[in-house]
């Protein structure tokens, strides 16, 4: 079973740097059937969402298999993330334990506020500040009332993540962005360098034009690995976490077997050259 190197968040506390999405992992026997596979192969960390609507199949599945393969709740990472819809004072606290009750999970390892904005509110609506700020006040409440271990945000960027310091009592353990070859933020690792804030990537794989490109191939080649096992274990070498999200049995071993190849400093250099600011999910950019 695979060894999964752990990082110390600012907390103290330790996350794996490589876990399990479950974006579009929906319905109890998917979920059930991903799950059983991957606590088989060694996946420890489980990236999960309100807005991804599989919390409580995730929740029942876990009752059920963790007894199967000797795990306790403690044995496992589970983060979950504060829909846009529910962001603002008092809504935060309670989504929050909403999500514990569906999960069944008595507390959640990592709570992240999944996106800068509020629902429904135009992105240079300057209520959104507000509402982010008072939902982090609640993230804050969480952690003190032992409802969360930690506690993060999800695409923000530098002056998010700058005005963040200015009302924050606790900083953010984790800031989980879009990041690969084909977008690398180097403004965002700089800032969590500086302010001691972990790094996790979401959509290291689905990265299409990235995925034929002759360099990556080149790499995987090389290493006899694939193109996927490269693009996860470039972030990892780099202490940025990864979440790749597979239902396919075949991808989430191919996923987790990336601990008997190194790739060279001047490879990871060499990938950065792919950067062309693409974005496959959002960009909170405009968003005040
Ligand atoms: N905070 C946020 O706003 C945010 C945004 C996006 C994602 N996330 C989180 O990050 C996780 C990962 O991101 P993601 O799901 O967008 O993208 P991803 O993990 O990069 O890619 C997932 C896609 O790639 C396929 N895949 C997985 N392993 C593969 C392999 N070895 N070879 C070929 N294809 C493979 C999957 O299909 P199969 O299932 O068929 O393998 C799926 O279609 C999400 O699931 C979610 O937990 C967070």
Redesign the pocket.
């Known amino acids: 079973m695979a060894c999964i190197p752990s990082v110390t968040l600012n907390t103290a506390l330790k996350m794996p740097l490589f876990g399990l999405?479950?974006?579009?992992a929906v319905g109890y026997s998917n979920v059930y059937r991903m799950l059983d596979e991957a606590l088989k192969l060694g996946y420890r960390l489980i990236?999960?969402a309100a807005v991804y609507r599989n919390e409580e199949d995730i929740g029942t599945c876990l009752k059920e298999l963790l007894p199967k393969y000797g795990l306790n709740r403690s044995d496992i990472f589970i983060t979950s993330?504060l829909a846009p819809k529910d962001q603002g004072e008092g809504a935060a606290y309670k989504a929050c334990v909403k999500s514990i009750e569906r999960l069944e999970c008595e507390y959640l390892d990592l709570y992240l506020i999944?996106?800068p904005g509020k629902q429904k509110l135009k992105p240079h609506d300057v209520r959104n500040r507000q509402f982010r700020m008072e939902s982090w006040l609640d993230l804050e409440k969480l952690l003190n009332d032992g409802l969360v271990k930690n506690i993060g945000v999800?695409?923000y960027n530098v002056r998010h993540l700058d005005d963040m310091l200015t009302y924050s009592t606790i900083p953010p353990a984790v800031l989980?962005v879009?990041y690969h070859p084909l977008l690398v933020q180097k403004d965002l690792v700089a800032w969590c360098q500086k302010q001691q804030v972990h790094l996790q990537a979401?959509?290291?794989?689905?990265i299409e034009e990235g995925r034929s490109d002759p360099l990556v191939i080149g790499v995987a080649e090389k290493h006899a690995k694939?193109v996927?096992q490269v693009l996860l274990k470039w972030a990892i070498q780099q202490d940025i976490g990864v979440?790749?999200?597979?239902?396919?049995e075949d991808?989430l071993k191919?996923?987790i077997d990336i601990w008997d190849f190194d790739l060279t400093q001047d490879e990871i250099t060499d990938l950065e050259k792919l950067h062309k600011g693409t974005r496959f999910?959002w960009d909170p950019t405009p968003m005040a």
Do not use: F, L, M, V
């Open positions: 999405g479950t974006h579009k990236d999960t993330k999944h996106w999800s695409n989980q879009e979401y959509r290291s794989i689905a694939t996927s979440i790749p999200k597979s239902t396919n991808h191919e996923n999910c």
